[in-house]
């Protein structure tokens, strides 16, 4: 496996292959501009420099000057057309290969059959990254796959998953690699204001409602040529999801207080964390919407389902703090094992937060991660005593649940397994109580 710094100014050319080499176990590092590219060159000599011609402040053969006596170990040059390498060859030298745009991924990675690392724990830690997503367990490979087949089509995508695994992140890789040139806006339904959602999504023209003292512009509009991600989507009102639907069959919104419909070309991307039979039967969400969002479903695993995942999770969330703090922390072995170990019922987000609660409370650089955080739960919730009502209980789970989150609602929401929205009602229901 291959060290591959890309060198090239277009964003989507970079990511895509970015991608599409990480998840082939390539190590990738990206440079948009000359400048860049000499930083990176001078930071560290790659095994394959992925080079194109034409960047924003100089041509990419002036990078051949910093070379001495060293230089990648495979040299490939991104041409326009295939008729521009006897010309360059007196610069680049023996050893260098061309490709044309558009490249086709899998003859670049033949390419690079040939090219080994020398640093394999670089290797090895980025094989596991799929742009943002950590993870190399068959289920999120499953995944992986899934986003390689449909992020460049036009198709609606439904993510289904538990609190905390990541479905906004899953929504972000699709529209990365969709090739979208518009914006991604992610939308929780359960912030959305019951009054107000028609002109949170539709927009309003001025005037149109006693405040609207200026056009507003919707989700939808904001969404223009890229990406809307609609999180939690069982938590929109009902009678919203009606003109939901419209807006995915015509492609058109209608501002409040407007008489013109707009046409619209935004992605549209929805996710739920509960399952969508059960919200269809109580209400939650309207069945003729639902198999409007079904085009293309996307399951994501939990996290106690992802083999092989919590270690490498927890060393990529530790890496990322010792980076930020500029300290060198690891876990010992048997702090690694009690996180294998617990079943982490609020998935990839509860594990981040442990591990930063760890490494703020170890004082030297081996994090040893003590009984109290697989078991703080637990302990506050077995001093509950029977014949106390079902709303004391719930009461002492959620306060419990936040003080092991350090008041982090988002966390403790995806824990307890409800919506930020219904904690937040919780909270004001106490609130309204201890204040009557």
Not at 72 to 80: D, L, M, N, S, Y
Not at 180 to 202: H, M, P, T, Y
Not at 407 to 420: E, F, V, Y
Request: proline fraction near 3%.
């Amino acid at each position: 496996m291959a060290n591959v710094l890309i060198v090239d100014d277009e964003p989507g050319f970079t990511s895509g292959i970015a991608e599409f080499l990480q998840l082939k176990s390539h190590s990738v590092s990206t440079a948009n501009t000359l400048s860049a590219a000499r930083d990176a060159l001078a930071d560290r000599l790659p095994d394959v420099l992925l080079l194109d011609l034409i960047l924003p402040d100089g041509s990419g053969l002036e990078v051949f000057d910093t070379f001495d006596n060293h230089r990648p170990e495979k040299i490939i040059i991104i041409t326009g057309h295939s008729g521009v390498k006897s010309m360059i060859e007196g610069i680049a030298g023996d050893g260098v290969s061309y490709m044309t745009k558009p490249i086709e991924p899998r003859d670049l990675l033949g390419m690079l059959d040939t090219v080994t690392s020398d640093n394999e724990d670089d290797v090895q830690r980025e094989a596991a990254h799929f742009g943002e997503l950590v993870g190399d367990s068959k289920p999120m490979q499953e995944v992986y796959e899934q986003i390689e087949r449909v992020a460049a089509t036009d198709s609606t995508v439904f993510i289904q998953g538990e609190s905390g695994t990541g479905k906004e992140l899953i929504a972000e890789a699709l529209h990365r690699r969709s090739g979208r040139k518009g914006n991604f806006v992610a939308v929780n339904c359960g912030g959305l204001s019951g009054e107000l959602v028609s002109s949170q999504l539709f927009g309003h023209e001025k005037g149109s409602f006693t405040g609207a003292d200026k056009r507003h512009i919707g989700f939808f509009e904001r969404a223009q040529d890229g990406t809307l991600f609609l999180d939690e989507i069982t938590e929109m009102p009902i009678e919203m999801q009606t003109h939901l639907l419209r807006a995915l069959e015509t492609s058109r919104v209608l501002r409040v207080g407007a008489e013109t419909e707009i046409p619209v070309n935004a992605r549209l991307i929805a996710a739920t964390n509960r399952d969508p039979a059960d919200a269809i039967r109580d209400g939650s969400l309207r069945e003729d919407l639902y198999y409007r969002l079904q085009v293309f479903p996307i399951r994501l695993p939990a996290l106690s389902a992802r083999n092989g995942d919590i270690a490498l999770l927890a060393r990529h969330f530790l890496r990322e703090l010792n980076e930020k703090q500029q300290s060198q922390k690891a876990f010992s072995d048997e702090a690694l094992a009690r996180l294998e170990a617990h079943s982490w019922p609020g998935n990839v987000r509860e594990l981040k937060h442990t591990v930063h609660r760890a490494f703020i409370m170890s004082d030297g650089n081996v994090i040893a991660i003590s009984d109290h955080f697989d078991d703080q739960l637990i302990a506050d919730i077995e001093g509950i005593r029977v014949g106390r009502s079902i709303a004391d209980v719930e009461r002492d789970l959620i306060n419990a649940t936040l003080e092991h989150f350090d008041g982090d609602k988002k966390a403790a929401a995806a824990s307890l397994g409800i919506s930020l929205k219904t904690l937040y009602n919780r909270l004001k229901e106490y609130e309204t109580d201890a204040s009557a």
